[in-house]
């Protein structure tokens, strides 16, 4: 059925699947020998389609595959491209530290094995995304080179109708985790300057492996937890580890005067069936008063 909204708020004017850290490898190895890495990227692909979501584009926030090889890429392109043309949405790849710049731009977009940056700019009918490459080739850490930021200057220098979303990898945000410490994004305030009085709207990033949000800038950054696996944060910070469990993408909704990032979780977990779309059209035939009182206001005790 077509998108009923009963609220204040007009329907959502774009929706990117944000999806992050697949950690692919290839002939389907498990990662640590635990985390059955193709396992969860098809699980994750199927609750994606289950949404029934039009999206406008698909981002995966780097780290694709976990050593850069040749082989991973391409079943991850092949994995994950049906999908997205069954969604109707381009692809946006982002590189991460695990992932090496030259296999990346052959197998993903069919490019030149160079070491340049992969960088990009989509228009989503006027909302702007561009894909930031914050690796530093040989380090697991993040850094924004001086060519890379003036580029995005220059991209910046013209408003986007929608407004504009940055994609990268390392999150400009603290962790709680003392050793994420040595692997964030370094020189920050360089990325600070470069953004400041322009129209970002939205940072999507990677990397910790787990879901979490702040301001930068002024900007909100939403994190998208990992589809490989995710961080039992329910340890004291220095004792935090990998677990099988957890894994989410997000919904991000993009309207006039906000953007939402809901966390989506990949899980088995049974569910209820008390709203369904038959329920949203009958409240569609009633008032809003009646609406309310069918809805809104609790039984008397």
Request: net charge negative; with cysteine; charged share 20%.
């Amino acid at each position: 059925m077509d998108e009923v909204r009963f609220g204040a708020h007009a329907p959502a004017r774009r929706t990117i699947v944000h999806v992050s850290d697949t950690h692919l490898l290839a002939g389907q190895a498990k990662l640590a020998g635990m985390y059955d890495v193709t396992s969860s990227l098809a699980r994750t692909l199927a609750a994606i389609e289950r949404t029934g979501v039009r999206a406008d584009a698909v981002v995966f926030t780097g780290d694709l595959t976990d050593l850069g090889e040749p082989d991973a890429y391409r079943a991850l392109r092949e994995a994950v491209e049906p999908v997205a043309e069954r969604l109707g949405a381009p692809i946006v790849w982002v590189a991460g530290n695990h992932d090496e710049r030259p296999a990346l731009r052959v197998e993903l977009l069919d490019g030149s094995a160079t070491q340049e940056p992969v960088t990009g700019v989509w228009d989503l009918d006027g909302l702007r995304l561009i894909a930031l490459d914050s690796t530093v080739p040989g380090w697991h850490h993040g850094d924004l080179g001086a060519d890379q930021l003036a580029w995005l200057n220059r991209v910046l220098a013209e408003p986007a109708p929608l407004g504009t979303i940055l994609a990268l990898h390392h999150p400009p945000l603290p962790s709680h985790l003392p050793f994420f410490d040595i692997l964030e994004l370094r020189h920050q305030e360089a990325l600070a300057d470069a953004i400041a009085g322009s129209d970002v709207r939205a940072i999507l990033a990677g990397h910790l492996h787990y879901a979490t949000s702040g301001m930068f800038a002024g900007v909100p950054v939403h994190v998208a937890s990992a589809t490989c696996y995710t961080m039992d944060l329910a340890l004291p910070a220095v004792e935090v580890n990998g677990m099988d469990a957890g894994q989410a993408f997000h919904l991000v909704h993009v309207y006039d005067d906000t953007i939402t990032h809901a966390v989506v979780p990949v899980t088995d977990a049974p569910t209820a069936d008390f709203f369904s779309a038959e329920w949203v059209a009958r409240m569609a035939e009633l008032t809003p008063e009646e609406r309310l009182e069918r809805f809104s206001r609790k039984p008397a005790r």
